[in-house]
C-alpha cells in the first residue's frame, strides 16, 4: 500500500487545518483490504503516538489529548482518510503520519511519509 499525505503547514494556536492521506497499490491485481486507517504523530524529540483510528465500519478512537478537537473521517470507496484539526495548540506540532492496517493478503500496518504540522505564533 502507498499512503500520500497532505495538508501540513504552519497555523497559529487556536487555529484549525486539515490533513489528508491516500491509498493505492494492489497486490496480485487486486486492491488491498484496508481494515483500519489511523493517523500516527512525532512530536520532536517524543515516540510516536496514535492520534485517531477509523474502522473499516466507521468505528472511531482517538488519544485523549485530542478528543473534542479533532475528527477522523474516512472515504472507503475512495481509501482516503482525513483528520480535521480544531483549536490547535503549540503541544499539536508533529509530524503526522497516516497509517493503514491491512488483513488479508499482504496483511500487515503500512506508513506514509509523514507531513508537517506546526503550531505556532
Known amino acids: 500500500v502507498q499512503l500520500q499525505a497532505s495538508g501540513g503547514g504552519l497555523v497559529q494556536p487556536g487555529g484549525s487545518l486539515r490533513i489528508s492521506c491516500g491509498a493505492s497499490?494492489?497486490?496480485?491485481?487486486?486492491?488491498?483490504?484496508?481494515?483500519?486507517m489511523a493517523w500516527y504523530r512525532q512530536p520532536p524529540g517524543k515516540e510516536r503516538e496514535m492520534v485517531a483510528q477509523i474502522g473499516s465500519g466507521g468505528d472511531t478512537k482517538y488519544a485523549d489529548s485530542v478528543k473534542g478537537r479533532f475528527t477522523i473521517s474516512r472515504d472507503t470507496d475512495q481509501n482516503t482518510v482525513n483528520l480535521q484539526m480544531n483549536s490547535l495548540k503549540p503541544e499539536d506540532t508533529a509530524v503526522y503520519y497516516c497509517?493503514?492496517?491491512?488483513?488479508?493478503?499482504?496483511?500487515?500496518?503500512?506508513w506514509g511519509q509523514g507531513t508537517q504540522v506546526t503550531v505556532s505564533s
Open positions: 497509517s493503514a492496517y491491512v488483513i488479508g493478503i499482504g496483511k500487515g500496518r503500512y
Open positions: 497499490g494492489r497486490v496480485f491485481n487486486r486492491p488491498y483490504n484496508i481494515n483500519s
